[in-house]
């Protein structure tokens, strides 16, 4: 943490401390990880959760994968992305209207949709193209609970970073 005001912020919101997190890093991006917090690899994305019991559901999930971009990947196209799939799940799906937000060095679009990767599930969406490479991170987590874990996302989303040296 930069300053102490950030770290209590992080605590209150996280309900843990923040001196906890641990980093986690791959070849394009590093953040810190919530306390407890595990990342596994799926395929082409990583799967990030919460403490839980092995085998039984988990009530929230940080995904991040990402790829070469391509003529469809820019902040423009990801926000009109965001505002269709709202729009095609029709009202009160959209939690947050996506908007240009400045994390570090990177500029990204975050946007809160309810209910469109699972039902009852609202998931945070940020996506950015910078250093040759488009990024996807989402938090999505069970409505019964997004609050409570809220503070787990603010934790990473607060720390993320687009590695200048990925590997192409």
């Known amino acids: 943490m ?35 917090w595990a990342c596994d690899t799926e395929e082409t994305e990583f799967v990030c959760d919460p403490p839980h019991v092995q085998g039984q559901p988990v009530s929230a999930v940080m995904i991040l994968t990402a790829k070469v971009p391509g003529p469809g990947d ?29 994390i570090g060095d990177a500029i990204w ?30 938090f999505s987590a069970h409505e019964s609970v997004y609050s409570d874990l809220e503070g787990a996302a603010v934790l990473s989303v607060s720390t993320l970073k687009v590695l200048d040296d990925w590997k192409r």
């Open 109 to 138: 679009v975050d946007g809160t949709l309810k209910g469109s990767e699972i039902p009852s599930y609202r998931t945070r969406y940020l996506a950015t193209v910078k250093n040759g490479i488009a990024i996807l991170f989402t």
């Open 2 to 36: 930069k300053s102490s005001a950030a770290a209590l912020l992080l605590f209150a919101l996280n309900g843990s401390d923040p001196v906890e997190a641990t980093e986690f890093q791959n070849s394009y991006l590093r953040f810190d990880l919530p306390a407890g």
């Open 74 to 102: 820019g902040l423009a196209d990801y926000k009109q992305f965001l505002e269709s799939r709202a729009a095609a799940l029709g009202q009160g799906a959209m939690i947050k209207a996506p908007a240009n937000v400045q």
